[in-house]
């Protein structure tokens, strides 16, 4: 009987490369470098005589992301051994070179590189792969008509699994004494003195000059002190070619991503103003003999559809595309976030009168435009597919599942990648059915709710489940990713259903209580999504009174068990209440009359005389929502949709 050997290798680990990061750079570029070690171990094994069974090789060269695995198939008188030993070498020299010419980069002289000493012992001790890089592997022979789901798939994620589990990382006999890292909160700060011996007002002078001297003012904040492993995420796009970006967008410049397009899409009527408030800037600046600039503009997608073919011959419309969102915000525009861009000037010698000129110029752009400031929140979208490994494990041939996973591939380029673009955000990776995401606050269920509907035709009818969190603009990177896949998981777990995937959501506002909440995609035949943005432009447009949100607790305490009422506000003050730990007493009937009362109450009489009665259709689909599920707790879920769309119609404002 002739047989198959089937392996399957993993690279990480995925915290350390990607979640760990204070930028967006370091997220983009943590994505970058994982995508490539991966591709880097597929072509070894290529190479070495191994037939890949997924991903598809090319999928990253036409613009798609792979994931942090490949399986493969041994290839004639082919050694899955050899074939895991060829990859693992080839991704630790990878890793090794990324790092070496970032090293190059920190250390050569100005203007090519930063001229910065190092300690090498430090250096080398942070950057050996050994110490941080997972390789994970798994192999399985089996008889040549054995069924891949069963027989192949799922014994390799069994073992890879296990290996996981049972791997210790190992650690340098040396430690990581001394200050640590502002990233990753481990591994010791690099600088020129003897590893664990350096003041910290030198260790603050060190990474002053290495601000002073680095060509992208963004890329690092006074204060930031990096490790080497940090570095060369932060620094890799420099000395690297092939990871080469001037700079992914900043949280500032996604949240404003929807004003900027609207300045470019009134640009004659705006230019003026726009050219009066850089001078402004540039006066400011030039106080301090630097400019507010990067070397090269910043073109989302999105804005490709509104820029005319010779834009770049107009100079104001490049200097305004130059800037990074910060700048259009009044609050940036305070001594204190000016002086650490400027660098070298203490906030209290920064000229007010300056700045306050900016600021007139800067509030008479947003009156020209006759917009106001841009929301200063945006959110982070995580998207998985239910249930794939399910799926993947039903699969009789490889080639089966070579082409549901290329059609994954496909989606993710072809629907994924254009409707984050679309909505004015950027993708950090998408993998098929896997997808992260910064988008503003104003476009990010635009998206959600496209790709959803599309994702089932591309993935046999399964569905995809989505967390969202919305964050304001300075809330910390690693906290915002966190909280969008804590959302996800929240929507599997809790909401997802055996029919129908789900989202859920996490508001984390500058003040104030955190809200979060979530839904299956239908409920009663409803689109959820449909209804949440239906009740926020109805906000917006005041047809129905922010004060409706306020209102529903009314509702929700009367379906409370009246027997214990001080028991009931506990589970509400614990933020429990949403999850259904209460007993409900009133019927259907009455809860839906209660509510039609409280609804009719915040409507404006306009909104109810409109032809094809939107107020009408929009109660009855909260009131089919909140009774889709038993005892009428869907109606929980219809005060956090509620909440959603008037801290969305705000814009995040009070």
Known sequence: MVSNTYGIITVG??????????????????????QRLIGTGVEAAQ???????????????????????????????????????????????????????????????????????INGEIWKRQIDPQYWLEFYSAVTTVEDNAHFGEGVFTPLMQQIGASKLVRVMPQHPDGEPG????????????????????????????????????????????????????????????????????RFPSTSSIASATTRHQFIQNWQAVRPAVSSYLTALETLYNRYKTNPYFAQPEILPAYQGVLSTNWRQDDVLMRLL???????????????????????????????????????ALKGLYQAAGITEPSSYYAVMAMDGDRMREA????????????????????????????????????????????????????????????????????????????????????PLQAAVRAAKRAEHEAKEHYRTNESGAFAFEVLRRSGEPQSGGSTWVRS???????????????????????????????????????????????????????????????????????????????????????????????THLERIGESLTNGHGWFDVQALVYLARFLSQEGGT
Request: one cysteine or more; aromatic letters at 8%; charged letters at 25%.
């Open 47 to 117: 190479e070495a005589g191994a037939e890949i069974v997924t991903p598809d090789p090319t999928a990253s060269a036409q613009g798609g992301s792979i994931p942090n695995r490949f399986l493969f198939r041994c290839g004639v008188d082919t050694s899955a051994e050899t074939i895991i030993d060829r990859a693992r070498e080839a991704v630790f020299t990878a890793w090794r070179t990324y790092a070496e010419n970032t090293h190059i980069y920190f250390t050569n002289p100005r203007p090519n590189g930063l001229e910065m000493a």
């Open 392 to 475: 993947a494990e039903k699969f009789e041939t490889a080639e089966e599942y070579r082409d549901f996973s290329g059609g994954l591939t496909q989606f993710a380029r072809n629907k994924m990648l254009p409707e984050v673009e679309k909505a004015f955000g950027r993708v950090v990776y998408a993998g098929g059915d896997d997808l992260l995401a910064l988008l503003p606050l104003s476009s990010v269920f635009t998206a959600v709710e496209a790709i959803r509907q599309a994702f089932p035709k591309a993935a046999n009818h399964h569905s995809i489940s989505t967390g969202v969190a919305i964050v304001h603009r300075t809330h």
């Open 179 to 246: 200050y640590k890292c502002s990233v990753t909160g481990e591994h010791e700060v690099l600088h020129n003195e003897p590893s664990g011996e350096i003041y910290l007002s030198d260790l603050r002078t060190y990474w002053g000059i290495v601000r002073e001297r680095q060509r992208n003012s963004a890329l690092l904040s006074e204060g930031e002190r990096l490790s080497a492993f940090s570095i060369v995420k932060r620094f890799g796009h420099e000395a690297n070619q092939e990871l080469h970006i001037e």
């Open 525 to 619: 035949g409803i689109s959820v999504v449909d209804t949440l943005t239906a009740m926020r432009d109805a906000m917006v447009a005041q047809h129905i009174a922010h004060g409706l949100a306020s209102d529903l607790p009314e509702l929700l305490y009367s379906m409370v068990s009246n027997n214990d009422p001080l028991y009931a506000r506990q589970l509400e003050r614990e933020d429990r209440l949403t999850m259904r730990y209460t007993h409900v007493e009133i019927p259907s009937q009455l809860r839906q009359l209660t509510f039609q009362r409280l609804f009719e109450r915040r409507c404006s009489d306009q909104y109810k005389k409109m032809n094809d009665n939107p107020a009408d259709s929009l109660r």
């Open 13 to 34: 680990p995925v915290q350390t490369l990607i979640a760990q990061a204070r930028r967006t750079q370091d997220l983009w570029v943590g994505s970058q470098l994982l």
């Open 322 to 360: 130059k800037l990074d969102g910060d700048f259009l915000y009044l609050d940036h525009l305070q001594p204190r976030p000016l002086a650490e861009h400027i660098g070298g000037v203490q906030h209290r010698d920064i000229d007010r009168r300056l700045i306050e000129n900016a600021r007139v």
